[in-house]
């Protein structure tokens, strides 16, 4: 097995520890992850944001918040969703919204989801926004696309897109569909724990998927935002638009709060658009952890924190 995946499955089961959760939710903060998620609350966020945008990186906020399993708790995400569209409309942010299913009722009812999600649209519509629903688990997969699908007919792709994942064997028969009907996307590698049926064991294998995934999307000519840290990726992209004569317009790169900063602004001088990803809230746990699986270097700048006086 490729030394990254047995990383990441390690990491994943053991922030799945009991003690561990505990733990990190009380002092991650102060450990360093506040390096990887924009603070508590919306206010704070709001800060970062401008901050971005002022360095010319436009921006996905997203509440953080996933698997609830009451339809209160879902109604609550609903109104921070819609919060967040109204600070960006009052702020003058460049930024849209990003979202999980799960967090708005998907495994409740199917039709109190997709009501949620019609009434953040409209939202979105009123503020000529933009809302991206975000991919979850394999076991999600299907539903996520249905329910996005309906949505795609009602509002169109300029209100609302998705994620794919570049390690599941079904996403490039997803992204044929998608192209057809105009839908951009984000594409990722993909951070959760699946079983070799369904996604690639392999980096090199996955990342060879990215990569023609993310050609097939720019051969199209649809938007979409080609989400990674990898840098030998970037450069090939880079490469692939200027050989094609493509241009850099028909497409964004995007990064996640906190990591390769570097990179972010070494891009946008460069003339690439760039989006930086900005979570922020108090259920910032499950992100967090899959961000350390996602990238184990990134546990090291942890413990070095854990270990300050």
């Known amino acids: 097995m490729d030394m990254n995946l047995l990383a990441r499955k390690i990491i994943l089961t053991i922030a799945a520890n009991k003690t561990v959760v505990n733990l990190v939710s009380k002092h991650g903060m102060k450990w360093g992850a506040a390096r ?5 609350t919306l206010a704070e ?20 918040g996933e698997s609830i399993t009451s339809k209160e708790q879902a109604r609550e995400a609903v109104e921070a969703c819609l919060a967040i569209l109204d600070a960006i409309h009052q702020e003058k942010l460049r930024a849209n919204l990003s979202l999980k299913l799960t967090q708005i009722g998907l495994d409740i009812d199917y039709d109190f989801c997709l009501n949620n999600m019609r009434e953040i649209l409209e939202r979105a519509q009123k503020y000529n926004n933009f809302v991206r629903i975000d991919m979850e688990d394999s076991d999600h997969c299907q539903i996520t696309f249905d329910l996005f699908y309906t949505l795609l007919n009602e509002y169109g792709p300029e209100r ?4 794919v994942q570049a390690y599941l064997y079904r996403t490039a028969g997803d992204v044929e569909e998608l192209i057809k009907r105009k ?5 990722c590698k993909g951070a959760y724990k699946e079983p070799a049926e369904v996604a690639y064991p392999s980096k090199k294998d996955v990342d060879a998927n990215y990569l023609k995934l993310a050609k097939t999307y720019l051969r199209s000519g649809v938007y979409f935002g080609a989400a990674t840290h990898d840098e030998k990726i970037i450069r090939e992209l880079m490469e692939f638009v200027e050989k094609e004569g493509l241009r850099k317009e028909q ?3 995007q990064m996640l709060y906190g990591i ?4 972010q602004e070494e891009l946008v001088k460069k003339g690439w ?9 108090k259920d910032w746990y499950p992100y ?4 350390l699986a996602e990238r184990p270097a990134n546990l090291f700048f942890i413990l070095k924190n854990m270990l300050k006086p």
Not at 54 to 64: C, N, Q
Not at 160 to 163: E, N, Q, S, T
Not at 260 to 263: A, G, M, Y
Not at 273 to 278: A, D
Request: hydrophobic fraction near 45%; proline fraction near 2%; glycine fraction near 8%.
């Open 45 to 64: 966020a709001v800060q970062r944001v401008k901050e971005l945008n002022s360095r010319g990186i436009d921006v996905t906020l997203d509440h953080l």
């Open 251 to 253: 497409f964004e790169f």
């Open 160 to 163: 609302v897109g998705i994620v």
């Open 260 to 263: 390769r900063r570097d990179l």
């Open 183 to 187: 839908s951009t996307i984000r594409l």
């Open 273 to 281: 658009r760039m989006r930086v990803y900005v979570p922020y809230g």
């Open 288 to 291: 967090f952890s899959r961000r």
């Open 36 to 40: 990887f998620v924009a603070g508590s």
